[in-house]
């Protein structure tokens, strides 16, 4: 029986490290296991220009623990008004490493994001011709369609005519939830990638819903039907270069969280690789579990894979924290519903 397990140290394509207290508080949960993070921009204001990136790089940084070894990869948040020649610098510079779409309206923070994708044109253009990738929030915001068709919808009337238009464009799927999401990042060709969350993999609907609501498994897009999950565990769990992980580690504290309109986001930062490898354990993919976390996404983005690694064993199951404290208060710690048996040795 398998019980150690030895994994190019691991990256994280997508992560909220948000700023000030929480940004201290949560910068160390993750640079304890993880090498690299797509850092999103959605603060308040959100990271606009090169020079918002420049200057939350150093935040971020600032707030790692002495000697850690953590690399930030900043992202620009894409507006109607993002100038093409200071994200084609900014990319040239190796300042950023990608640009997010938000739909606006979509999430937390998005209300700057896209409402029309034709102000955007010209920015898309320049990416392709530099090759920058454009990291995707794909949720279509129409109040006519039903919140769990959103990233199905988005797809079809979004996602596939932009890529039509613009060739060469560089596309991350992020933190896909659906069977239709696996479907067409798997035929899209070595310039379409796709994030899966750790959470997606663990929780359903009912999770949310079923027995009483559960505000801590709420995130968007929201968690599909039980179908869904099983379909970005195959994809996960497949080896397919297309898919890699991509947290979406979102802390709100508690008391954001527990309200009667509560904030989006499960954070996973803390137990995202014990959760991953019982996961790929479960699926007989432990074999399969480096291809996900450490080289399938370095890969697309064009970026060597990590030389160091880590090493998880296996064991009783592993005590983590519940919650974590921040100068903003409590952030609950995602709650897998399982025991633990893998953790990542010191
Ligand atoms: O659940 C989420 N939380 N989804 C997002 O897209 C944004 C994120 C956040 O920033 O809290
Ligand atoms: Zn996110």
Redesign the pocket.
């Known amino acids: 029986m398998t019980d150690t397990l030895t994994l190019r140290t691991p990256d994280d394509w997508h992560l909220?490290l948000r700023d000030g207290a929480m940004l201290r508080a949560v910068a160390p949960e993750t640079a304890r296991h993880f090498a690299r993070a797509i850092i999103?921009p959605?603060l308040v204001p959100p990271v606009v220009t090169a020079a918002d990136a420049a200057a939350y790089r150093d935040r971020i940084m600032a707030a790692l623990p002495e000697g850690s070894q953590f690399t930030p990869l900043m992202t620009l948040y894409l507006t109607e008004e993002t100038d093409p020649e200071d994200l084609a610098r900014a990319y040239a510079s190796g300042l950023i490493t990608a640009v997010k779409l938000y739909p606006a309206g979509?999430?937390?923070?998005s209300a700057s994001g896209v409402a029309n994708f034709d102000k955007v044109r010209p920015v898309l253009e320049k990416m392709a011709e530099i090759g920058c990738p454009l990291c995707v929030?794909g949720e279509v915001v129409d109040s006519d369609i039903d919140i769990f068709d959103r990233e199905a919808v988005f797809i079809e009337r979004v996602l596939d005519p932009i890529r039509r238009a613009t060739p060469g464009l560089r596309v991350v799927m992020e933190h896909i939830t659906t069977m239709q999401g696996v479907e067409y990042a798997a035929e899209g060709g070595p310039e379409l990638g796709a994030t899966i969350t750790t959470h997606h993999l663990v929780i359903n609907r009912n999770h949310i819903l079923a027995g009483g609501i559960k505000p801590h498994y709420y995130?968007?897009p929201v968690a599909k039907r039980e179908e869904h999950r099983l379909a970005l565990r195959r994809a996960a769990a497949s080896g397919d270069p297309t898919f890699f992980l991509g947290t979406?580690s979102?802390p709100?504290t508690d008391a954001n969280k527990l309200l009667p309109c509560g904030?989006?986001?499960?954070f996973t930062a803390t137990n995202t690789m014990s959760i991953l490898a019982e996961v790929f354990e479960q699926d007989g993919a432990l074999d399969r579990l480096e291809s996900f976390t450490s080289l399938n996404g370095p890969k697309f983005y064009g970026l060597p894979a990590n030389e160091s690694t880590i090493t998880l064993t296996k064991g009783d199951p592993v005590a983590y924290p519940d919650h974590i404290d921040t100068g903003d208060g409590t952030v609950t710690v995602f709650d897998p519903m399982m025991p633990l048996h893998w953790q990542v040795a010191d």
């Open positions: 909220h999103m959605n979509a999430t937390t923070n929030h995130c968007l979406d979102a709100h904030c989006a986001g499960c």
